[in-house]
């Protein structure tokens, strides 16, 4: 296995094995899957593993944490998309999967690796990534008329496990290219970088604790703790 001692040494060789164009890309590509990841790990850890996390933050500031929840999640949707997106729009190219399909295609890439990664790539577009395509296009580019009004449902068509099913996919995708290239895994979980989702939750269990003690203290007319 590679091992490689900074991001500049890892995007050196990655160029170098696939070239200056391919190489580039996947880089990006990688660096947007890692934080992708870490966007859904923040997501799953303060609104989905713990149901006493979700009373905690509604505790402390409800409406601030809905916002949280609806952007965060909001934005998960659009990464994916982008992520999915045509190898160009226009003239412009887009950085996304299908683009470096069609680099890959161009410099002779493992032909076998080619056709997995092409069977992934039509189940993720055409199984799982629609509801988040109408999402975009109705909700959070535009106020559809009939969505608005609730004659066409979108949000409902979203669940916890689409994210679930497309992150994981796209976490194997590129697994697939780098053991190729490396004969090596990328490890995408981590719910435990500093100042991340969990940091949070000590610090609001903190605070929590901290005012039942004042709400106690000035019941009994004493002064609160700092």
Do not use: C
């Given at each position: ?105 161009e410099n002779n ?88 989702a969990n940091q ?12 039942s003690i004042n ?12």
């Amino acid at each position: 296995m590679t091992k490689f001692t900074s991001n500049t040494d890892w995007e050196r060789e990655i160029i170098h094995v696939l070239g200056e164009h391919s190489g580039k890309i996947y880089y990006q590509l990688i660096n947007k899957i890692i934080g992708l990841n870490l966007e859904w790990n923040t997501y799953k850890v303060l609104f989905i593993d713990n149901e006493e996390n979700v009373d905690l933050m509604n505790k402390v500031s409800s409406y601030i944490f809905f916002v949280f929840q609806k952007n965060l999640r909001n934005e998960l949707a659009l990464n994916i998309i982008r992520l999915t997106d045509p190898p160009q729009t226009g003239k412009y190219l887009n950085i996304s999967i299908p683009l470096l399909q069609r680099s890959l295609k161009e410099n002779n890439f493992d032909v076998k690796t080619q056709k997995e990664i092409q069977l992934q790539m039509d189940w993720i577009i055409k199984k799982l990534t629609p509801p988040l395509r109408e999402l975009r296009n109705k909700i959070i580019s535009h106020n559809d008329y009939e969505t608005i009004l609730g004659k066409r449902s979108t949000q409902d068509k979203i669940t916890n496990e689409i994210f679930k099913h497309l992150i994981h996919s796209l976490n194997n995708l590129i697994n697939s290219i780098n053991f190729k290239l490396f004969n090596s895994k990328i490890y995408f979980d981590n719910d435990n970088i500093p100042g991340g989702a969990n940091q949070l939750i000590a610090k609001l269990q903190l605070w929590d604790r901290a005012n039942s003690i004042n709400i106690e203290r000035r019941r009994n007319g004493e002064e609160p703790i700092i």
